[in-house]
């Protein structure tokens, strides 16, 4: 099985996407760019380390590659190229900048359009020829009524930068040469249906947000009545909400079935939300979890306040309009088992308790440090990069858990003598085990030969080779 090479990964939908991903046996390269404080590794560990604590098991490790969408070549350094050529042969593009004015960045469109032209022209030189793409439902602009998932430019008005900058970039994936293109348009992302769990605060958290900030000055339900006044909306008007869980799940699902390849999805609620079943809502949440809400009206001047709501919400008031109705007949017939779930009030208040609970400070991770970096520990034993060892034969590597990863590793001579990142094909022989296993064998405090016997060590293939590998192994950790 090749890579797909994934960005977005460190985002909402992103990392949703990387669990169920590598929980349906995908191998994954993901393109992490990384910030003023933490290396592209860093980062994108904290999102696997939040997901081995919600499931309790240590899950596969992608490849990570240190880059940027807005540089051409993505960034990457040769090696990463060369490693992308020979492991992937899909992307699945999630990365996106959702910005509603445009900054002096020139964001949105300098991720989502000049991003897509970057990916477009790396595939071409690649020669990646699968393509998955999440786009947006709103791309549709202003337009009102029934809205079909192969409407692409009808001409429509549209609602702000974000909008356009998604138009103009699925336009441009359309028009490459890709021999399979799938493309994703989600609703109006909230968070886990579940737990509520969120990293981004659009849509649905921006009036909460506004609520939450003012909720010690401001009677919930005055601020309330006067947002909604202020934006033009009676209450009737429905926002389609979709869960970030659900969301992952149904694209997981379409990537891992080849069939369902080469069509268009909105991925959307039957069942819109009233935005008076919002309003009521964002009110019982603050009034529920917010520790120094009013829970009266008081003699505050509301026109104090209205600049600030004003400022805060224009640049939204597009967004915040009567959703039009959504044609899901792709989706419904591709996975009639996986229906959107409805966003009922029970759901709506778990969506708003996450983030009123946490201060809304929902970017905020405790940073830990791998307990061993096994990448670290190969390239200290000074194994040759690559494959090209005459006679050696290849075995894939894998080391789940924080610090893990996936290689191929060369045996020559009941050696290990060499080593590529990612993953070889099916075929090849296949040693696993978790990065704590690893790190007892390198400090002596593990035997390989018992790690096999407990099964904390897995190999697969042929006698000879599981016995060759044996002892290369015991030799590699011995030194």
Known sequence: MGYFLLTGSTGLVGRYLVRELLESGHNLAVVVRASKLETASERFDAVMRYWEAELGYALPRPVVLDGNLTTPGLGLSDEDRRC????????????????????????????????????????????????????????CGLRNGRILESEVDLGQELGNVYEQSKLRAEKLVREADFDSLTVYRPASVVGDYHTGFVT????????????HIVA????????????????????????????VDWLAKTIGSIVSSPGLHNQTYHLASPKPVAVATIQRIIQQAIETYHPKALRAPGNVDL???ESLFHEYMKVYQSHW?????????????????????????????????????????LTSFKRL?????????LRAKSLKQGLQVPGARSCNFLVNGPGGGQWQILLNDDQLSGIERGLGNQEVNKCTMNSATFCLLRNGKLTVSDSI?????????NAQDRKSLT?????????
Not at 226 to 234: E, I, P
């Open 216 to 243: 010690d000055k401001i009677y919930v339900g005055d601020m309330n009545e006067r947002f909604m006044g202020l934006l033009g909306l009676a209450g009737n008007e429905g926002k389609n909400l979709v869960p």
């Open 200 to 211: 981004t605060t659009h849509g649905f958290y921006l009036p909460l947000q506004l609520a």
């Open 471 to 479: 002892t290369a192994l015991e030799k590699f950790v011995s030194v």
């Open 369 to 377: 440090e791998p307990a061993f970096d096994v990448a670290q520990s």
């Open 453 to 461: 016997s407990a099964g904390r060590i897995v190999l697969e293939g």
């Open 321 to 361: 309009r009567d959703d039009p109705k959504f044609d899901i007949t792709n989706t419904v017939t591709a996975l009639p088992e996986l229906p959107c779930p409805l966003m009922d009030e029970a759901a709506l208040m778990r969506i708003a308790r996450f983030p009123i609970e946490r201060n809304f400070n």
């Open 84 to 139: 992308i050529a020979t492991h992937c042969n899909g992307v699945i593009h999630v990365g996106a900048s959702m910005v509603f004015r445009e900054d002096q960045h020139g964001e949105p469109f300098r991720t989502n359009v000049g991003g897509m032209e970057n990916m477009l022209q790396f595939c071409r030189e690649v020669g990646i020829r699968r393509f998955h793409h999440v786009s947006t439902a709103y791309i």
């Open 303 to 305: 026109s104090t306040y």
